[in-house]
């Protein structure tokens, strides 16, 4: 074996250990707000808005994943959001970790305009965008679980998109003062409406976030 030889040998060696580890360490897609929305807040109940999920997610290549909206749902058998998306960790498209557990993505998490990312890695508009769509729909008090009361704050369990109202978070963490609701990235306000035109005149498109349950 020639020495040129040798030492091209020994140069992909070194190539190969040194990218192993770092591309082992991107940790799997497991978090996304929905890059596209459907109809308003008639996300066809639960039902519709994991499929929504799990359809963006197959699209971007995470489809081996079981995928559920992170959306609560109120009245008779109410259910808890951060009941239904597993136990973490769970990963931006980036490859960036957002939250390792339910109490912390419900504590102190990772979650920002930056990381809080589409399923195609992309930034989604905040405060001082143009047109401003931080409101994420969520239907969720800050610890994750349902509203009880007769208010609407789920859009009569997504499925309208006329009359109603859905809480929404803002995943940029920005709003009209520095108060904790402000700042929630997923218990905000209340949406005008549920169509579209009335989620947008509140600063949203329609979005929600999507979570990897496994």
């Known amino acids: 074996?020639?020495?040129?030889?040798?030492?091209?040998?020994?140069?992909?060696?070194?190539?190969?250990?040194?990218?192993?580890?770092?591309?082992?360490q991107q940790a799997p897609m497991g978090f996304f707000i929905t890059s596209a929305p459907?109809?308003?807040?008639?996300?066809?109940?639960?039902?519709g808005a994991d499929r929504h999920c799990q359809a963006l997610a197959a699209a971007a290549g995470a489809g081996n994943r079981t995928w559920r909206a992170y959306l609560s749902t109120q009245g008779a058998g109410a259910v808890n959001a951060r009941d239904r998306i597993g136990s973490g960790p769970w990963a931006n498209a980036r490859g960036v970790v957002i939250a390792a557990s339910v109490a912390e993505l419900?504590?102190?998490?990772?979650?920002t305009k930056q990381t809080a990312l589409t399923e195609k890695g992309e930034v989604?508009?905040?405060?001082g965008d143009?047109?401003?769509?931080?409101?994420?729909l969520t239907g969720s008090q800050a610890d994750g679980t349902a509203f009880s009361g007769e208010a609407d704050r789920t859009c009569g369990n997504w499925t309208k998109n006329?009359?109603?109202?859905?809480?929404?978070?803002?995943h940029d963490r920005m709003g009209l003062n520095?108060?904790?609701?402000?700042?929630?990235?997923?218990?905000?306000?209340g949406s005008r409406g549920c169509g579209m035109e009335a989620l947008r005149a509140t600063g949203g498109n329609g979005r929600f976030y999507c979570f990897a349950a496994n």
């Not at 190969?16 to 082992?24: H, I, L, R």
């Not at 419900?106 to 979650?111: A, D, E, S, W």
């Not at 989604?124 to 405060?127: D, E, P």
Request: net charge negative; proline share 7%; hydrophobic share 40%.
């Open 38 to 47: 459907l109809d308003g807040g008639n996300l066809g109940g639960l039902a």
């Open 162 to 170: 006329g009359e109603g109202s859905a809480m929404v978070g803002h």
């Open 106 to 111: 419900h504590g102190t998490n990772n979650l």
């Open 124 to 127: 989604v508009n905040g405060r």
């Open 130 to 136: 143009t047109p401003n769509q931080h409101d994420i």
């Open 1 to 24: 074996m020639t020495p040129t030889l040798k030492f091209a040998l020994a140069g992909a060696c070194l190539s190969v250990v040194m990218a192993g580890p770092a591309a082992a």
């Open 178 to 189: 520095t108060e904790p609701p402000a700042l929630s990235w997923n218990s905000s306000h």
